[in-house]
Nanobody, 116 residues
Framework: QVQLVESGGGLVQAGGSLRLSCAASGSIFSINVMGWYRQVPGKQREFVAGITWSGTTNYADSVRGRFTISRDNAKNTVYLQMNSLKPEDTAVYYC??????????WGQGTLITVSS
């Protein structure tokens, strides 16, 4: 069984910063990509940022230049540094892992609220 434990969510004013962490543990073999998605009520979950285990990053257009994803391979942990936050960044943020085993896993989600 795999666990993805997220931390770092909360309430922040517009223009502020937050850092999310996601630590993966359990029966994991050969991580390919870890990343972050977000979801607001009534909308589909959307991609935010991803990083391959070799370090290649990818970002949604809406966050590029403001968010930075990084990883610590030794700790099976991925981070999301979020700067210049906007009210439209308010959402539940989910950590995602894609590996040989498991193929796809999700964290429980952490709420980010950006006040105007």
């Amino acid at each position: 069984q795999v666990q993805l434990v997220e931390s770092g969510g909360g309430l922040v004013q517009a223009g502020g910063s937050l850092r999310l962490s996601c630590a993966a543990s359990g029966s994991i073999f050969s991580i390919n990509v870890m990343g972050w998605y977000r979801q607001v009520p009534g909308k589909q979950r959307e991609f935010v940022a991803g990083i391959t285990w070799s370090g290649t990053t990818n970002y949604a257009d809406s966050v590029r230049g403001r968010f930075t994803i990084s990883r610590d391979n030794a700790k099976n942990t991925v981070y999301l540094q979020m700067n210049s936050l906007k009210p439209e960044d308010t959402a539940v943020y989910y950590c995602n892992l894609k590996a040989t085993i498991p193929k796809n896993a999700w964290g429980q989600g952490t709420l980010i609220t950006v006040s105007s």
